[in-house]
């Protein structure tokens, strides 16, 4: 019986290894690279799941190679980091490998401060070396807007990596005069601009990835969830001082700077007491107008759903500076507060659901007679006045209409509050015994 050669069996095995290894490789670069659906998983097969996660994995990798500091701010995935929904998820998860970036949604969206952005050709090229799909989406400026000339430049606001049916959004964030973040709108989407408060953030690892979101998830997704922005009508403003130009008077500019001291006093007040508002009367009529104060008004107005009132918002605005005018009406029924800062009122104006609408009432301090102004129910859109991040009516044109009728654009300077408005409605008269508590006046 013939000896076996050894080596000659070996160096065989070694060849048909080679040989099968090359084959694989061949296989691999030819099917899978291209297609990416034929990579082995711990499944046996590639699921959505790691096709998405993969797809992540790899564009923040190349984020990172290029010091691009984004950060999560996808609804769906930062949802999933409150320690209910792990709970739940841990008890449904099919994927343990992607238990948050893989959310069944077809996109994944990370933010980036605009100032941070710069052209790298490099970062563009790798991108697409890695086998992404770019796409760029570029808007006006609305910082610019405001001016008369119109420069024709526009920014990014958007990039859209493609990869494997999956989209990678970056946000851009632009810093605004009223010290927040504002994002364009994605016209792929229905939806309106957005703004947000300045997250802090935090490095931490998801699904194996490390990933900057924000630290306080829950806020920010409070924030995300009331984040529509309206921007103000510019061009229309524009026009109508053309019309109707604006007094320039120094009487007019220290109104003017006195009223914007006196809203961002109001805003900062407000907010300690964690109370939302809205710009409403003439001062929302001026920022949908004209995009400003109206000068001749003489006062600031703002809206405040009345169960949002609390009992220390008094000494809140006293504390602030404030003294009280004037307190009508009470908590059940048409409440009224006005305070005047440096001979410059504002009036709160307390607004009451009722069915398909909602109401505040006012009253005539020397009669008692009550009287009802009436709006179509609205929602809340962040805008700016007076570079202050502040709320409106997102139907303001409905708003405004109720209050000032179809003929708003043409200014007024002769009001009265008591049958002027088109939405006015006489509403009775306060008992004479309790005008001492519901009639006061200082």
């Known amino acids: 019986m013939p000896r076996v050669n050894r080596t000659a069996v070996l160096l065989l095995l070694i060849v048909s290894s080679s040989v099968f290894l090359l084959f694989q490789l061949y296989y691999y670069r030819k099917y899978v690279s291209k297609?990416?659906?034929?990579?082995?998983?711990?499944?046996?097969?590639?699921?959505?799941?790691?096709?998405?996660?993969?797809?992540?994995?790899?564009?923040?990798?190349?984020?990172?190679?290029?010091?691009?500091?984004?950060?999560?701010?996808?609804?769906?995935?930062?949802?999933?980091?409150s320690q209910d929904a792990l709970q739940q998820r841990d008890?449904?998860?099919?994927e343990p490998h992607c238990s948050f970036l893989c959310t069944g949604?077809?996109?994944?969206?990370?933010?980036?401060?605009?100032?941070?952005?710069?052209?790298?050709?490099?970062?563009?090229?790798?991108?697409?070396?890695?086998?992404?799909?770019?796409?760029?989406?570029?808007?006006?400026?609305?910082?610019l807007a405001s001016l008369d000339t119109l420069s024709g430049e526009q920014i990014p606001l958007h990039l859209l990596f493609h990869l494997h049916g999956y989209i990678i959004q970056v946000v851009f964030l632009y810093e605004r005069s009223g010290n927040y973040l504002w994002h364009g709108v994605l016209r792929l989407r229905a939806n309106m601009d957005q703004t947000y408060d300045r997250p802090e953030l935090v490095l931490t690892v998801l699904d194996g990835i490390d990933i900057l979101v924000p630290r306080n998830v829950s806020r920010f997704l409070t924030e995300q969830r009331h984040a529509r922005f309206l921007e103000c009508r510019y061009r229309d403003a524009r026009n109508f001082l053309q019309l109707y130009p604006d007094d320039s008077s120094p009487a007019a500019i220290d109104f003017r700077r006195k009223a914007k001291s006196l809203l961002h006093l109001a805003a900062q007040t407000l907010a300690h007491l964690d109370i939302p508002f809205w710009l409403s009367s003439g001062t929302c009529l001026g920022w949908f107008r004209q995009c400003s104060i109206i000068s001749y008004s003489r006062d600031v107005d703002i809206g405040i759903y009345i169960v949002d009132f609390r009992s220390d918002i008094i000494t809140a605005f006293r504390d602030a500076g404030l003294s009280l005018k004037h307190k009508f009406g009470k908590v059940e029924d048409s409440l009224e507060l006005s305070f005047l800062s440096d001979d410059v009122k504002l009036d709160i104006f307390f607004f009451y659901e009722d069915g398909d609408v909602v109401w505040n009432g006012g009253t005539q301090a020397k009669s008692g007679k009550k009287f009802k102004y009436v709006f179509p129910r609205f929602s809340l859109c962040w805008a700016e006045l007076l570079e202050l991040k502040v709320r409106?009516?997102?139907?303001?044109?409905?708003?405004?209409?109720?209050?000032?009728?179809?003929?708003?654009?043409?200014?007024?300077?002769?009001w009265d509050w008591k049958s002027s408005p088109s939405n006015v409605q006489?509403?009775?008269?306060w008992p004479v015994a309790e005008w001492a508590a519901l009639i006061q006046v200082y």
């Not at 008890?91 to 099919?94: A, L």
């Not at 994944?108 to 890695?130: C, I, M, R, V």
């Not at 009516?393 to 002769?414: F, H, I, K, Q």
Request: aromatic share 10%; with cysteine.
């Open 35 to 81: 297609s990416g659906l034929h990579i082995l998983s711990r499944t046996g097969h590639l699921t959505a799941s790691d096709v998405q996660w993969q797809t992540v994995k790899k564009f923040v990798a190349l984020a990172q190679h290029f010091r691009l500091p984004i950060f999560l701010v996808d609804t769906s995935a930062l949802a999933l980091l």
């Open 91 to 94: 008890r449904q998860m099919r």
């Open 105 to 143: 949604r077809p996109i994944t969206s990370f933010a980036l401060h605009a100032n941070l952005w710069k052209y790298d050709p490099g970062f563009l090229l790798a991108a697409e070396q890695k086998g992404f799909e770019l796409l760029e989406l570029r808007g006006e400026d609305p910082r």
């Open 392 to 414: 409106v009516p997102c139907e303001t044109l409905d708003y405004v209409t109720a209050n000032y009728g179809t003929s708003w654009s043409v200014p007024v300077r002769t």
């Open 426 to 429: 006489e509403n009775g008269a």
